[in-house]
């Protein structure tokens, strides 16, 4: 009777434990926080004002909220040294207003080669809100990666980019090449350095990204390839380098979707109008 009691009181326990660690890490929907901190420089002051008035972190909220997370992820506006960069850590993805400021300031001031000024802001921090995005869920969801972290994350940014309307994915992929396409003049030919970072060149994230988006759909991107530099010879196996990446997204990350919420949240429009309000505030700087 004793050991009966004992081993009944044991399994108790173990169930009590299984089951208190299963509350603290199921998974869910609408896991992502935001956090406008606001800058304490004044020089940051109109990007804290623009990106609140254009609720740009609530619509990365809703974005993303079709992801099922073991615990909260909060995306953060905070000022980062002199820095323009991004990071993600701790449970946080930190957007520095540095970065934001450094994308205003290289905003055309008409369009040019068919592109958007507001999307050559828009097209990479994006990008990079879902490339941090990315370390997250590898981090959160213990996704292995095969290759190197910096080049999944991008392709899981684009995979995202490409579940977005078609119009909408064709601005972002032409305004994030874009900026690319800026970084190379400023550092054409990359150093020793560069080659030797964790992050492929700008160069090659470029091509990369030109790559994934002919490979998702020859047709749509054929002429953002050819613009943005996609050589014939590696556009020949973008189709098949797209397939692993759908594959490998399908497998690790798509078990940790809510389908009918990401149906809704991905057809959703997402962009700003190309004359809307936030592109009259370039004359204020
Ligand atoms: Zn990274």
Known sequence: MMKNSLVLAV???????????????????????VNYMPPKNPAYQYIYTLLKEEHTLDKLQKLLSPFRLPWTLEISLAE??????AMYGNGTITICYEYIDELWKNMPA??????????TVVGPFLDTVLHEFAHALFDYLDIPILGREEDAADQVSAYIYLQLGKTEARRLIMGTVYTY??????????????????HSTSEQRRINLLCIAYGADPELFEDVAAWGGLPEE??????EEFEHIAHAYHTLIGPHIDPDLAKKVFDRTWLPEKTSRVLSRQKLN
């Open 181 to 198: 396409m800026l970084e190379v003049k400023d550092t054409d030919p990359p150093s020793m350095a560069e080659f030797a970072d964790e």
């Open 11 to 33: 399994s108790g326990m173990i169930l009590i434990t299984a089951l208190a660690m299963n509350a603290c890490t199921a998974e869910k929907t609408n896991q992502v926080s």
């Open 110 to 119: 008409k369009t040019t080669a068919g592109i958007e000024p507001i999307d």
């Open 80 to 85: 980062c040294d002199g820095e323009a960069d």
């Open 234 to 239: 590696r556009a020949d196996i973008c189709e």
